[in-house]
């Protein structure tokens, strides 16, 4: 597709499970990015690739949460024993290049986590 | 840090009035902002970005911004609202050294242009 695609769009998962979020970029772009979208809230930073490694994850909430990036294309964001807290709209976004002076970030629909 | 404050939660405007959405922000060093609108059930959009130059930028759908440095403001504006403007507007920084990679958003005005 042309877009940024994440799937799934939605996810219920109960307290204490293990989840994985896909993101798929748009082709060819080396820059790719996770945010969180609480209810009500501005999208938070989570963690930037470029290319294959993470290249400034200082917005990961602590070490429940990781994501990988391994051939620079698809990323999955994985949180392990998740909380009610972590329930939110989990959103991608690629870029052609890091560094926004010179691009822009396309954002993907999101996925909605509810844990219960 | 950075930060971004959308002052206003709710603007509403009637059809073909003009539309203001205010937008302050903090960082260090030059700014790079940004306006992006979210519809429902849909990505968010890019609208428009300031990086350098002219203070006042022109971007999607005849939607500006202005950039004032002084005030740390860089609010929408729109001549002619329409009702298909209607949606959620967030309001984004990004630091030009360091974190220029790392977008920080404001919570979002929402937008009701009224028939």
């Known amino acids: 597709g042309a877009g940024v695609s994440q799937t799934p769009s939605n996810k219920v998962t109960e307290k204490g499970k293990y989840v994985e979020l896909r993101c798929d970029p748009i082709?060819?772009?080396?820059?790719l990015y996770w945010y969180r979208q609480s209810l009500g809230q501005g999208p938070e930073f989570l963690i930037y690739?470029?290319?294959?490694?993470?290249?400034?994850d200082s917005g990961l909430p602590n070490d429940r949460f990781f994501a990988v990036r391994p051939e620079g294309s698809v990323s999955t964001l994985k949180i392990q024993r998740t909380e009610r807290g972590d329930s939110a709209v989990y959103l991608c976004?690629?870029?052609?290049?890091?560094?926004?002076?010179?691009?822009?970030?396309?954002f993907g629909q999101g996925t909605r986590l509810t844990v219960v | 840090a950075q930060s971004v404050a959308q002052p206003e939660d709710q603007v509403n405007v009637a059809e073909g009035n003009p539309l203001t959405v205010k937008c302050t922000y903090s960082v260090s060093g030059n700014p790079y902002l940004f306006w992006y609108v979210q519809y429902p059930n849909r990505g968010l959009q890019f609208l428009l970005k300031y990086i350098t130059g002219d203070n006042l930028v022109k971007g999607s759908y005849g939607f500006e911004a202005e950039f004032n440095k002084s005030q740390t403001s860089f609010h929408l504006k729109k001549p002619s609202a329409l009702v298909s403007d209607s949606a959620l507007y967030f309001c984004?920084?990004?630091?030009?050294?360091?974190?220029?990679?790392?977008?920080?958003f404001g919570s979002g005005t929402q937008l009701t242009v009224l028939p």
């Open positions: 984004a920084v990004s630091g030009s050294s360091g974190s220029a990679r790392q977008l920080t």
């Open positions: 690739f470029q290319g294959t490694g993470a290249a400034d």
């Open positions: 976004a690629s870029s052609p290049s890091g560094g926004l002076m010179n691009t822009e970030a396309f």
């Open positions: 082709s060819g772009h080396t820059a």
